[in-house]
């Protein structure tokens, strides 16, 4: 009994490594022999969930979990049906299996980050936030957690702090995609529409195969009748450096004055929109003329639209019809893109537009990867339009 124990462990040691060695087809293939010599191997039915979850079988990986009966493996059964819940954007459902582990004395830091990435789904922003700071302050060298606190910070607006967990889960993991797409998306946001392509570009060396890469780059592209010259990329670093000291009248005039000299690129233009609103109180009619002369200026790009749109909605109900017809100008440009496609179902939303609204999100919902950062939030917006 002893020897046929140890070499048990033995087989059931070497389950696991393969398994966490990437080496998915070899580790269920030893799994399913064992499962067919005995039917209530725990290790053998836990693998074969686990890669079941792996690949995308929920509803499998379920079956083989319903068949594990020890209190020992109670924990690992309850973070994997949390995991299938979350592929079945079962969203409620998850965050209940995870707050059951996280409501523990030692919950593991899987626990904590599956339940923020359930919160986050569910719109609790803050939440999930902490939930996600938890599972990095547990795992601090996991980067798909500081990753996802990174999107976390970005959706509370906190640029400067979740660049900082981007940038820290690419060098846990510089072939994660969502990492280089997650930076460049910020940087062309702040109006660093030069600093964002080189982001997209070493990403695509690392992963010349991304079509998540390939698409932003394409989209990033500066148009063909505007160039930014040497004097405006330098008013730009001054205008940018302003900002971040704070010192947003000043960024504001510098912009401004440079325009009136002639320095003109998209870039200084959702910059000067930036500085608008970073005015107290926020010159809300400043930022909407430097959309619409930026539109003026590149009418073929998705971005000053988009910006508009989006300022517009946050004016209020005065503004949706004007709102809706630059975010539906906005994804004419660029319908491949989810960002385009996203803000106008919000717009549609807002209008009482639900029909709209429901089919535009399934569209985006079917084509967007599983892998893409925002496929969660099209999921979560589609399932709320259908309670609707």
Same mark, same amino acid.
């Given at each position: 009994?002893?020897?046929?124990?140890?070499?048990?462990?033995?087989?059931?040691?070497?389950?696991?490594?393969?398994?966490?060695?990437?080496?998915?087809? /070899?580790?269920?293939?030893?799994?399913?022999?064992?499962?067919?010599?005995?039917?209530?191997?725990?290790?053998?039915?836990?693998?074969?969930?686990?890669?079941?979850? %792996?690949?995308?079988?929920?509803?499998?990986?379920?079956?083989?979990?319903?068949?594990?009966?020890?209190?020992?493996?109670?924990?690992?059964?309850?973070?994997?049906?949390?995991?299938?819940?979350?592929?079945?954007?079962?969203?409620?459902?998850?965050?209940?299996?995870?707050?059951?582990?996280?409501?523990?004395?030692?919950?593991?830091?899987?626990?904590?980050?599956?339940?923020?990435?359930?919160?986050?789904?569910?719109?609790?922003?803050?939440?999930?936030?902490?939930?996600? /700071?938890?599972?990095?302050?547990?795992?601090?060298?996991?980067?798909?957690?500081?990753?996802?606190?990174?999107?976390?910070?970005?959706?509370?607006?906190?640029?400067?702090?979740?660049?900082?967990?981007?940038?820290?889960?690419?060098?846990?993991?510089?072939?994660?995609?969502?990492?280089?797409?997650?930076?460049?998306?910020?940087?062309?946001?702040?109006?660093?529409?030069?600093?964002?392509?080189?982001?997209?570009?070493?990403?695509?060396?690392?992963?010349?195969?991304?079509?998540?890469?390939?698409? %932003?780059?394409?989209?990033?592209?500066?148009?063909?009748?505007?160039?930014?010259?040497?004097?405006?990329?330098?008013?730009?670093?001054?205008?940018?450096?302003?900002?971040?000291?704070?010192?947003?009248? /000043?960024?504001?005039?510098?912009?401004?004055?440079?325009?009136?000299?002639?320095?003109?690129?998209?870039?200084?233009?959702?910059?000067?929109?930036?500085?608008?609103?970073?005015?107290?109180?926020?010159?809300?009619?400043? %930022?909407?003329?430097?959309?619409?002369?930026?539109?003026?200026?590149?009418?073929?790009?998705?971005?000053?639209?988009?910006?508009?749109?989006?300022?517009?909605?946050?004016?209020?109900?005065?503004?949706?019809?004007?709102?809706?017809?630059?975010?539906?100008?906005?994804?004419?440009?660029?319908?491949?893109?989810?960002?385009?496609?996203?803000?106008?179902?919000?717009?549609?939303?807002?209008?009482?537009?639900?029909?709209?609204?429901?089919?535009? %999100?399934?569209?985006?919902?079917?084509?967007?990867?599983? /892998?893409?950062?925002?496929?969660?939030?099209?999921?979560?917006?589609?399932?709320?339009?259908?309670?609707?």
């Amino acid at each position: 009994m002893p020897g046929g124990e140890s070499a048990r462990s033995v087989t059931m040691q070497s389950l696991w490594e393969l398994l966490a060695e990437g080496r998915l087809q /070899e580790a269920l293939a030893t799994a399913t022999r064992r499962l067919v010599q005995q039917p209530d191997d725990e290790e053998a039915l836990l693998v074969s969930a686990r890669i079941a979850l %792996a690949e995308g079988r929920s509803t499998q990986a379920e079956q083989l979990l319903s068949r594990v009966k020890s209190s020992k493996a109670r924990q690992e059964v309850t973070l994997m049906r949390a995991a299938a819940a979350l592929l079945r954007e079962d969203f409620a459902g998850a965050r209940n299996h995870y707050l059951s582990l996280t409501q523990q004395p030692s919950a593991p830091a899987e626990s904590w980050h599956g339940q923020g990435m359930a919160l986050l789904a569910l719109g609790q922003v803050v939440a999930a936030r902490e939930a996600h /700071e938890r599972a990095v302050a547990l795992k601090p060298e996991q980067a798909a957690f500081r990753f996802e606190l990174g999107h976390a910070l970005d959706l509370e607006l906190r640029d400067r702090a979740a660049v900082r967990q981007f940038v820290r889960a690419l060098r846990l993991d510089p072939r994660d995609s969502r990492g280089y797409w997650a930076v460049a998306q910020l940087l062309q946001r702040r109006g660093r529409a030069r600093w964002a392509r080189r982001i997209l570009e070493l990403g695509l060396r690392q992963l010349p195969e991304s079509r998540l890469l390939r698409a %932003a780059l394409d989209a990033s592209q500066p148009s063909a009748e505007v160039r930014t010259l040497e004097p405006a990329s330098a008013l730009l670093q001054e205008a940018t450096s302003l900002l971040e000291r704070k010192r947003n009248r /000043e960024a504001f005039k510098l912009l401004r004055d440079g325009w009136d000299k002639g320095l003109r690129s998209l870039e200084l233009k959702l910059l000067e929109a930036e500085a608008c609103k970073a005015l107290h109180p926020p010159d809300m009619s400043g %930022a909407l003329r430097a959309y619409e002369e930026a539109i003026a200026l590149v009418p073929e790009d998705w971005r000053p639209l988009t910006h508009l749109g989006i300022c517009l909605l946050s004016e209020g109900h005065r503004h949706l019809q004007r709102a809706t017809e630059a975010l539906e100008a906005a994804r004419r440009l660029a319908p491949s893109l989810p960002e385009t496609s996203l803000n106008l179902i919000l717009a549609y939303v807002k209008g009482n537009r639900l029909p709209e609204a429901r089919e535009l %999100a399934r569209q985006v919902e079917a084509t967007l990867p599983p /892998e893409h950062p925002l496929r969660v939030q099209a999921a979560s917006l589609l399932e709320d339009l259908r309670r609707v």
